[in-house]
């Protein structure tokens, strides 16, 4: 499975930016996707997931209510649609698949449960 990344670039703070993220797997609508990111010196974390349906999601606290994830399974496509973006935003995004449905939620914080990772875009926002 190979997953391809794409929307990143320059934003001012309190803007907008959508990513994509193309899946070529064959079995799309069963796998739960997720968007991680990883700013300068920190960790990758998680910033939020949906299942293979698109009826269960989750996000993370710091994104929760500025940030909107969506699928279309009949593309193969996955979306993350950031709003009033902040400074802290600032990273490289990554989308990542993981072949179960749905899981645990402390199973889809974790990166190690997704199985195929895309290359990253990256996202910065500055005035």
């Known amino acids: 499975v190979q997953l391809q990344a794409s929307g990143g670039g320059l934003v001012q703070p309190g803007g907008s930016l959508r990513l994509s993220c193309a899946s070529s797997?064959?079995?799309?609508?069963?796998?739960?996707m997720g968007w991680f990111r990883q700013a300068p010196g920190k960790e990758r974390e998680f910033v939020a997931a949906?299942?293979?349906?698109?009826?269960?999601?989750l996000y993370a606290d710091s994104v929760k209510g500025r940030f909107i994830i969506s699928r279309d399974n009949a593309k193969n496509m996955m979306y993350l649609q950031m709003n009033v973006l902040e400074p802290e935003d600032t990273a490289v995004y990554y989308c990542?698949?993981?072949?179960?449905?749905?899981?645990?939620?402390?199973?889809?914080?974790?990166?190690?449960?997704?199985?195929?990772w895309g290359q990253g875009t990256l996202v910065t926002v500055s005035s």
């Open positions: 990542a698949e993981d072949r179960n449905t749905w899981g645990p939620t402390v199973a889809l914080l974790r990166a190690e449960e997704y199985d195929y």
């Open positions: 797997a064959h079995t799309f609508d069963s796998h739960t």
């Open positions: 949906i299942s293979g349906s698109g009826g269960q999601t």
